[in-house]
């Protein structure tokens, strides 16, 4: 993919002070964090290195990374040696994708209270599947499952919802064998709809009692308990929504998909069309409108402020594993499924290394010296490393 002739640093960089000066009263420092991490990601204010063609002897200086999550420059690298860890827990199934998301009544709430939502989001729709699932009337299966969080829409409006990513099928309740899920429908989506939200609703009632809750601005009136009820019978009237993607196919195809979804950002600067007079423009898909293309335009505040609702509190884990899958259990869980199976443990990838190619010749490009923010303007004339193999 060719290079973006328009980032998310450049908007930054031309708006970013206006932007604090106007509403940096209401920003938390993970917010001018991450603005800080964007606009020097690969300038000089991080430092570089020089490198050298193993073939041909090139030489050119490179500038590092800033390596945050939320940067749409640095979540490639990040994202392949995920993936390559994964490789070894797939199992040879089926899989289904199935996409938890939240009433957009709750989004103001979830915005002031982000870890403690964020995470409810997390365990309520994996108990959802997991209680489901092991039904005798569904599945009668212990299953794992790995949920992904992501918080946008298309729009970059604050839409918070999770992937889930399911094998085809799970342990018996008794463990003696693996039940096969139809290869057409994994769970009935209205069920596992009523018990997400029973389940979430009934969370969130607890954590009002328990005055974990805050409530800023216009929501200060559903810090009583009364308001807070009536709020909750409301939600109880709305479809809370599940979709159960169609199934896709087995291990090979598996990390492909996932790569669509790990390791996002808000939007990656490929999306973005054009910035002038103060407007930026950048690309969305209507799936009201049958996921047609469209281009919006909003002011660079708007823009700003849109990316910055998605920025996650420090420490929020974003990928989890549930079930089977659950961190403390994986292993032994993996090789009992694969015994049942009767398949063997794919070997794990090597974690890719992120090469650089010589534009010359087209062979890896190697670092050979390393310079500090301070160094850097002066790297050009240092007199470069000389390679190891020579003998002179």
Request: hydrophobic share 40%; proline share 6%; net charge positive.
């Amino acid at each position: 993919m060719s290079r973006p002739t328009l980032e998310v640093a450049d908007i930054l960089r031309v708006s970013g002070s206006s932007f604090l000066a106007r509403h940096g009263l209401h920003l938390a420092p993970q917010h001018r964090k991450v603005m800080d991490a964007i606009v020097r990601c690969r300038t000089v204010a991080l430092g570089g290195h020089r490198d050298r063609c193993s073939g041909c002897g090139h030489q050119a200086i490179s500038y590092n990374s800033c390596r945050n999550r939320h940067c749409p420059k640095c979540q490639g690298n990040a994202r392949a040696r995920w993936l390559a860890a994964r490789s070894a827990e797939l199992l040879p199934v089926p899989y289904f994708h199935i996409v938890f998301t939240m009433p957009h009544e709750l989004s103001a709430l979830v915005l002031q209270n982000k870890r403690l939502l964020y995470d409810l989001l997390f365990r309520t729709s994996a108990a959802t599947l997991l209680e489901v699932a092991c039904d005798p009337k569904h599945l009668g299966a212990d299953i794992g499952l790995l949920s992904v969080l992501h918080t946008w829409g298309q729009n970059l409006q604050h839409h918070p919802h999770v992937h889930c990513v399911v094998p085809g099928g799970g342990l018996a309740l008794d463990g003696t064998r693996w039940v096969i899920a139809s290869s057409r429908f994994f769970l009935p989506v209205r069920v596992l709809s009523r018990v997400f939200r029973g389940k979430f609703i009934a969370e969130l009632k607890q954590l009002l009692l328990q005055g974990k809750l805050q409530f800023h601005g216009s929501l200060k009136e559903l810090a009583t308990p009364e308001r807070f009820q009536h709020f909750l019978r409301r939600l109880f009237t709305k479809d809370w929504v599940v979709y159960a993607k169609p199934p896709f196919g087995g291990a090979e195809h598996v990390l492909h998909y996932l790569a669509r979804y790990t390791h996002r950002v808000a939007i990656s600067n490929h999306r973005l069309v054009s910035f002038k007079d103060g407007q930026v423009s950048f690309r969305w898909k209507d799936y009201a409108a049958g996921s047609k293309q469209k281009i919006m335009t909003v002011s660079a505040d708007e823009f700003l402020r849109r990316f910055l609702i998605h920025v996650l509190p420090k420490g929020l884990v974003r990928i989890r594993h549930f079930g089977l899958f659950a961190n403390r259990k994986r292993s032994a869980s993996l090789l009992r499924c694969r015994v049942l199976l009767n398949a063997t443990a794919t070997p794990p990838q090597p974690a890719p290394t992120a090469l650089i190619r010589c534009p010359l010749c087209s062979n890896p490009m190697l670092v050979v010296e390393r310079f500090t923010s301070h160094q850097l303007p002066t790297a050009a004339a240092i007199p470069p490393l000389k390679p190891r193999f020579d003998s002179s």
